[in-house]
Structure formats: structure tokens, C-alpha cells
């Protein structure tokens, strides 16, 4: 959401820690190997997943009927008086974003193999609690929208909480927010003072366990503005412990920063440990790699889709990524799209997909956050040896479509795990690559499989 000072850090683009990648020369190259295994080392390298860009769209500001942009302008004009942005009409903004429209985009979305993150703010701007009750909304209508989530969005989209209400903090102790209400008593600047990781990790849960309420699935969270900026050395843990614990998931992941420049956007591993055990534990860093050019948080902006994507795909920031190979993950705000119902913001948006999809078709791969920051997870830690003989792989976070470049004319012949295997099939071209597939090329093997967490055996005919 966008608001002056804290939502600084979601608009500047930020350094990010660059990922080390592991493969022959990480864990396993480390090991002492005798001569004649040593030599016979073929070279590999790890690629996109089906040799292509993973693209994801990261909508903010998401939750069940309430249009967080009515709701939220004035809390925020009273928490910052004298500021501009929030001596808006909001009172003639609809206060809904109707379950018509989650169903429109929804659907629009499915059709369109688009996938991404969607919050849901477990008690928006203040206005209810979805797991209980929306006043202004009857029990049936919030029920009725929660399905929706859960059937239509579910399967194509993550679903993060972005704190408890995104305006004000609330007190654990009591449920309520605070009496104060400025700066330091706002999600988005929270917390004003440090705070440990046990404490950060508490007010993550609190807002975890209310999706959990409503039987939605969850892997990570989504900082609502500046929030946890003064303690980004404790936020990737307290993401870990807050997701393990009420969710049980083996890899946690969460959406802060806007990355770009020379840094890239590929999703950074944090809080790791045990890197070299059969069982490590970390938290992924996904960041997005571009601003918000549609509606805007309050939804009365004019959209600018051609810096996202031009009509003929060669300019913008999304082109830029793509052709540099980096994640292409854009981001908006959910009232920017349905934009206090004229949905302008929701047809730029088409146009961009249209043109990604039309254009950069053959050489993208739309993904969730989840599975992004699991790809790279995937690919950095899993130990891999390929000989004359066989490539073997040690695995301790599985992922799908993982792709691997082997040098030299052989070509695979099974792919093995425990006892599971298959024979791979051959195809003409790189757009043709899918699991249990591969491609040559002229002086390599590019071959894709669904990676299983544990070892795996690729056997060269």
C-alpha cells in the first residue's frame, strides 16, 4: 500500500544479498572423491524451470468485500495529519470490492494460466474479523466470499495475511488496537522500537491463525508498507518460526521489497540452518521487480500499463526482466484493479497478461510466490554429480520442472527415486520441455523432471 514514509520501502528498489548457488562445486564437490570419479565430472548447471522466466502477479491489499482504500484513508489521514495523499474524497468511494468482481478477475486470471500472491487481510482496516463477522456484511455474504477464495484463487494464487488490519496495531494482550493513534501505532511503520524475534514472530501468528480460521492455506506472509523495517535482521525468522508453527510448512516465504537494477529480482534464502544437513531450515526472500502503475492503493489513479509492457512486448520493466532472464514478479493493489468500480486498473492489467502471454509466451512460466522461492531453494542446495555414467542428486527441498544443462552428446536414458522410474522422452525444441522430457542442443543436453525431495538418479543411454 502506498503511503509517504512507509511505503518508501516497497517504491525504492533495494539491495538484495546475492544468493551463492551450490552444485558440483558446493557441498558435494567439497567432499574428498578419488581420482578417477573426480575427472570423470561432466559439467551441469542448473536453469530456469522448463528452460523459462518464471512471471508471478503479486496483488496487495486483497481481503474479503471491504475496499481497503475507503476503509483505510481516513485511519491513515489521522495517523498522519497534513498529508496530501489522504485529503481525498474517499467517503464517494465505494466501500466494497464485490465477490462479482473476485469472480470476473478470478476467472479471467484461470483462463489466462495467470498465478501469483493474493492477500487476504484477516481484519481489514479495522472494519471485522473474517473469521467472525464483517459488519456491514451479513454472516452469509462473508462466508460466501471466503469459498470464493478458496475455491477460485486457492489453486492459482498463495495466500498471505498482510498483518492484522494493515492501518492500526493491535495489542495481543487485549485484541483491540492501541488508544494512540499516529505514526508508531500503524502497521505499516510497526514496530517503532526493536523488537525481539520471539515478539515479531507472536504478531505474525495472531494473523495467521485467523486465515487458518477460515481454512485457508498459507506458506508465507506479506508486510503491509514499512513494516518490520527496523528489525529486517529479525523479520526472515520470525516469517520461519510464525509459518512453521501454525501452518506446519517445510519452506516459508514472504513478499517485502521491491528488488531491481544490477540486483536482480531472484528470491534471496535467509535464516538458514543447517545448510548441509537432510533437513535445513530457512525462510525465502521473494521480492518483486516493479512498482505499482495501475490503480493505485486508493484505486483513483490513471493506470499506466506501458511501464509494465508495451503493446508490441519490447519495453518495460516486465520486457527488461524477461529478457535479462530475471523473475518478472509485478505487483499492483487490489482496489488499483477493480478502481472504485470503473475496473480500469483491471483492463490494463488484461492488456499486459495479453501481451506477455502473446509475445514471451514460449519463454515464460507463470509460478506462485511459493514456487518460485521453492525453485530457488531447490537450486541452490541440491547437491549434484554427473559422470559418463549416471548424474545423481541429493535433494533436501523438492520442487517441480527442475532443469538441468549437462555438457557433452549423451543423452538420459531414466530418472529413479527409490523405487520409482521412468524413461525420458525426447522433443524438438526448447518451447517443447516438460518433466520427463529433453532437448539437445549443440553441444549439450538440457533435460526436466519433477525433483523429489532425497536422492535421485538420472542414467545416460
Not at 350 to 365: L, P
Request: aromatic letters at 10%; glycine letters at 8%.
Amino acid at each position: 500500500m502506498s503511503h509517504p514514509s512507509p511505503v518508501i520501502d516497497r517504491r525504492k528498489f533495494l539491495a538484495a544479498t546475492a544468493a551463492t548457488t551450490l552444485g558440483a562445486a558446493g557441498r558435494a564437490g567439497a567432499q574428498e572423491r578419488p581420482e578417477a570419479i573426480r575427472t570423470a565430472q561432466r559439467t551441469h548447471q542448473v536453469l530456469h524451470p522448463q528452460m523459462r522466466v518464471p512471471v508471478s502477479f503479486i496483488i496487495d491489499d486483497s481481503t474479503c468485500l471491504v475496499n481497503m482504500g475507503h476503509f483505510c484513508t481516513p485511519q491513515f489521514a489521522t495517523a498522519h495529519p497534513g498529508r496530501a495523499e489522504y485529503d481525498k474524497p474517499w467517503r464517494s468511494w465505494p466501500r466494497e470490492i464485490p465477490d462479482s468482481f473476485v469472480r470476473e478477475f478470478g476467472e479471467w486470471c484461470a483462463e489466462n494460466g495467470v498465478r501469483g500472491k493474493y492477500s487476504v487481510v484477516p481484519c481489514p482496516a479495522l472494519v471485522g474479523w473474517v473469521d467472525r463477522e464483517l459488519p456491514g456484511w451479513s454472516r452469509r455474504e462473508l462466508q460466501d466470499s471466503l469459498k470464493l477464495v478458496r475455491e477460485l484463487m486457492v489453486p492459482h494464487w498463495d495466500i498471505h495475511p498482510e498483518m492484522i488490519t494493515h492501518t492500526r496495531v493491535i495489542d495481543l494482550k487485549t485484541g483491540r488496537p492501541f488508544d494512540e493513534i499516529n505514526k508508531g501505532t500503524m502497521e505499516n511503520s510497526y514496530p517503532q522500537e526493536d523488537k525481539s524475534v520471539d515478539e515479531l514472530a507472536a504478531y505474525l501468528a495472531y494473523a495467521l491463525r485467523i486465515l487458518k480460521n477460515c481454512d485457508l492455506p498459507c506458506e508465507g506472509i506479506t508486510t503491509p508498507g514499512g513494516f518490520g523495517n527496523r528489525v529486517k535482521d529479525k523479520l526472515p525468522m520470525a516469517v520461519d518460526q510464525a509459518v512453521r508453527d501454525v501452518y506446519g510448512v517445510e519452506l516459508p516465504h514472504y513478499f517485502k521489497y521491491i528488488f531491481g537494477g544490477e540486483k536482480g529480482t531472484e528470491p534471496v534464502l535467509e535464516a538458514v540452518r543447517g545448510r548441509d544437513t537432510d533437513a535445513p531450515q530457512m525462510t525465502v526472500n521473494v521480492p518483486a521487480g516493479t512498482g505499482d502503475w495501475y490503480g493505485g492503493w486508493q484505486g483513483d489513479l490513471d493506470p499506466q500499463p506501458d511501464r509494465y509492457l508495451t503493446e508490441d512486448g519490447q519495453s518495460g520493466a516486465l520486457a527488461e526482466l524477461i529478457s535479462k532472464g530475471q523473475p518478472a514478479t509485478f505487483l499492483c493493489h487490489w482496489p488499483g484493479m477493480y478502481c472504485n468500480g470503473d475496473r480500469h486498473g483491471f483492463h490494463a492489467f488484461q492488456r499486459n497478461v495479453r501481451t506477455v502471454n502473446e509475445v514471451h509466451g514460449d519463454k515464460v512460466i507463470w509460478m506462485k510466490l511459493s514456487e518460485i522461492g521453492r525453485y530457488w531453494a531447490a537450486k541452490e542446495l541440491t547437491t549434484i554429480q554427473t559422470t559418463d555414467d549416471a548424474m545423481t542428486l541429493e535433494a533436501p527441498i523438492g520442487t517441480e520442472r527442475f532443469t538441468v544443462q549437462v555438457e557433452g552428446s549423451k543423452i538420459p536414458s531414466h530418472f529413479s527415486a527409490g523405487e520409482d522410474s521412468h524413461a525420458f522422452a525426447e522433443v524438438g525444441s526448447a518451447k517443447q520441455l516438460k518433466p520427463g522430457h529433453f532437448v539437445r542442443q549443440q553441444d549439450s543436453v538440457v533435460l526436466c523432471f519433477d525433483l523429489p525431495k532425497g536422492s535421485s538418479q538420472v542414467t545416460w543411454a
